[in-house]
């Protein structure tokens, strides 16, 4: 069910010799960028870049899997949107590039029974080793793309934490394997809860971290309030930042447009009354509280859309910032912190 690349000496050596460029010491001002349905032009990215003043995207291609003891990771299939696939990829990096914006190519995996990916797990080693072949052929399919097309930063997984606590030498290796074929930075998504119990930070360049941290349980918590509460997380951050002598890149961020959303900002089927307050307030804080740090590389905001016009608006209560008064904030922040 998936078309996979095939990995040869001769590939490698001949994407190896592509050059990627300098990392940039402005914070990545950036955005994640939902993979297109249909092929698309330039104007999603020139739309973009005008409307957030970004200076960053996240492109990601998922991959899907039914979890329990389906061993296949389905990828670059003809059945998935164009902007998932092998080809859609290269194009939105091109085009993105063309604005002159920074990319990290972030693959991901998508359970299909409706699993969290953080419980991922296989009862045998013979059946993780076969996941992990398919899952290896995935990750390596991207990083050979991201050296190619000179991509600035790569994600080599997304909240993946049982895989990662008990198969903790396979991605040891795989980090290895990837650092032969792609040679920009290597980043990896730890979900807010366990980016302490990821093993291998030494192995790269950045510490990331989907940043959906719980701040308030209240209807509508003020801005005060909810800088408050990024204090203490704030603090061990940055210890956490010094001990492994990495900046921290928040490979997600961002909050609901409704009630309750600073409550468990990772919930994306909670329903509760439209709030655009709650989303604009809560980006605020965040960017106030982190945006002048130095250990903070920057991060990117879940998430936007390519069809702009049909997108989000004040009827909406989900992440995307699109025709919402959150847009405002972020256009302020990134535009201050010296995105252009």
């Known amino acids: 069910m998936e078309i996979k690349l095939l990995f040869t000496v001769g590939i490698i050596s001949l994407f190896s010799c592509a050059v990627i460029q300098e990392p940039s010491k402005v914070k990545d001002n950036g955005i994640s960028f939902v993979a297109p ?13 005008q409307e957030t003043k970004c200076n960053a995207l996240a492109i990601i291609p998922f991959a899907f899997t039914y979890g329990d003891n389906d061993l296949e ?7 998935q949107w164009w902007g998932e696939q092998i080809d859609g990829v290269s194009t ?5 590039k063309k604005e002159n914006l920074k990319l990290l190519l972030k693959p991901q995996l998508w359970l299909m029974n409706g699993e969290y990916t953080g419980n991922f797990y296989f009862g045998s080693h013979e059946n993780w080793q076969v996941f992990e072949n398919s899952y290896r052929d995935y990750i390596l399919s991207f990083a050979l793309i991201a050296e190619s097309e000179e991509v600035e930063t790569f994600c080599i997984g997304t909240e993946l934490g049982r895989f990662i606590e008990n198969r903790p030498q396979y991605w040891s290796e795989l980090i290895d394997t990837i650092r032969t074929i792609y040679h920009g930075e290597l980043t990896y998504a730890a979900n807010w809860d366990d980016y302490e119990k990821v093993p291998f930070w030494n192995k790269l360049d950045y510490i990331g971290i989907d940043a959906y941290f719980p701040l308030a349980d209240d209807k509508l918590p003020n801005k005060m309030k909810i800088q408050k509460s990024w204090k203490p997380i704030k603090n061990s951050l940055q210890n956490f930042s010094k001990e492994y002598g990495k900046s921290i890149l928040f490979t997600e961020f961002g909050y609901r447009s409704m009630d309750y959303s600073l409550a468990k900002p990772w919930e994306s089927a909670s329903q509760y009354e439209v709030n655009m307050i709650n989303q ?12 002048n740090e130095d250990f903070i590389k920057g991060g990117y905001l879940w998430k936007w859309f390519s069809e702009n016009k049909k997108a989000g608006g004040i009827k909406d209560i989900g992440y995307t910032p699109q025709n919402k ?16």
């Open 37 to 49: 349905v249909n092929e698309i032009g330039d104007v999603p990215f020139k739309n973009i870049k």
């Open 73 to 79: 990771v389905i990828f670059n299939h003809k059945n």
């Open 92 to 96: 939105c990096i091109k085009l993105a």
């Open 280 to 291: 604009q307030v809560g980006l605020d804080a965040f960017f106030n509280t982190f945006w």
């Open 325 to 340: 008064p959150a847009l405002q904030t972020i256009q302020k922040h990134y535009t201050t912190s010296g995105s252009n």
